[in-house]
């Protein structure tokens, strides 16, 4: 495989780059090594939080800020090979967010698409277009572009999620968008769990169509997910790189959930010995129940992190994934595969070994 060569920069071609460099001007030959690779160069790099060693912190903030004051009380999980950027991956940001009994974190909307994987805790809700969805441990809730949505508590105990929005795609691309409510709550339109009621059954209403590119489900129960995948693990061998995976999928169309951001969950039978797995899209893991570890990455900055329940993992494009569990473990995955997809760029390691 050829890789692409700077040309040499003589004394003629300098003084020609000098004299065109204030019409704007500059010469693709110089840069085109840089824009081009034979594989991905991405700046993001593979790491892992903690989640006993991050919690205090998180707590901490409970006293210096309101989740109101705050608008979202959150630490975000910044990738430490993109400083600055307030991204996890190139095209994802993640945070972990804090309310606690008696908050309510104001009603807005925007136009990245967000999801929040809940870490700890019960008694909170986030309310989507004026449905709430109450929330408990592995629950996953959706809020797609431009949907009002606040949070609130009515329980006992500090509640912690995961959020993961598509906030440096949109970025880029120039499309962010916020609009206050003007009020702390948005109205309550629909009863609780009605898209579930609605929508939640694998079955679809009569003459019902979908106006909108994501799901109709506000919330995805995690007992219901767990249980899906225990039930695929008795009637099937794991997958070697896998183990079993599902993937979240609006149930009238088959579709991702969310139209930017895909999501997984994954069970990793206790003793399992993954193979490398290595894909174009970065790559959020959060544990949901489990202990192992997982290697990511390679060469300089391979990583072997050993995880635990509420653990978050980044593996960034194209570097090498491997599970081991020493327990039974079950891990929430989001990723902009869907965009890829879509995009016809998406590939995965035996896709360049065939194209080869």
């Avoid at 692409?4 to 030959?29: C, H, S």
């Avoid at 700046?43 to 903030?61: E, G, I, T």
């Avoid at 949109?170 to 579930?196: K, M, Q, V, W």
């Avoid at 007992?223 to 149930?251: C, F, K, N």
């Amino acid at each position: 495989m050829r890789n692409l060569v700077r040309p040499e920069k003589t004394q003629e071609r300098a003084a020609y780059y000098d004299a065109i460099a204030g019409q704007n001007l500059f010469p693709l030959w110089e840069r085109l090594a840089d824009l081009l690779s034979p594989e991905p160069r991405v700046r993001s790099r593979p790491h892992a939080w903690k989640y006993k060693d991050v919690r205090p912190a998180l707590m901490q903030a409970a006293g210096i800020i309101s989740a109101e004051e705050a608008e979202r009380r959150v630490l975000i999980l910044e990738n430490p090979g993109l400083i600055g950027s307030s991204a996890i991956t190139e095209s994802l940001y993640a945070g972990l967010q804090l309310i606690t009994p008696g908050e309510i974190a104001p009603a807005h909307r925007h136009s990245p698409s967000a999801l929040r994987f809940l870490l700890e805790g019960t008694g909170a809700y986030t309310a989507v277009g004026g449905e709430k969805a109450w929330m408990e441990p592995g629950d996953l809730v959706l809020t797609p572009s431009m949907q009002w949505h606040d949070h609130g508590h009515e329980g006992q105990d500090p509640v912690v999620w995961l959020d993961v929005l598509d906030l440096p795609l949109l970025t880029n691309l120039g499309a962010i968008f916020l609009d206050g409510f003007g009020d702390r709550r948005y109205p309550e339109t629909r009863p609780a769990a009605s898209s579930e009621a609605l929508y939640g059954s694998n079955m679809r209403p009569i003459g019902y169509e979908n106006p909108s590119k994501n799901s109709p489900l506000i919330k995805y129960s995690y007992a219901r997910s767990r249980g899906a995948l225990e039930a695929m693990s008795r009637a099937a061998d794991p997958d070697p790189i896998l183990g079993y995976g599902l993937e979240y999928v609006d149930p009238l169309t088959g579709r991702s959930a969310l139209s930017t951001i895909s999501t997984f969950l994954q069970f990793l039978p206790k003793g399992f010995l993954g193979q490398e797995q290595r894909v174009t899209d970065g790559r959020i893991f959060s544990i949901a129940e489990g202990f192992g570890q997982v290697d990511v990455g390679e060469g300089e900055h391979k990583k072997t992190f050993s995880y635990a329940p509420r653990d978050t993992i980044v593996a960034p494009c194209w570097a090498p994934v491997s599970w081991r569990s020493q327990s039974d473990t079950f891990v929430f995955t989001a990723s902009d595969r869907n965009v890829q997809q879509l995009l016809g760029v998406w590939r995965a390691k035996q896709q360049v070994e065939a194209d080869a």
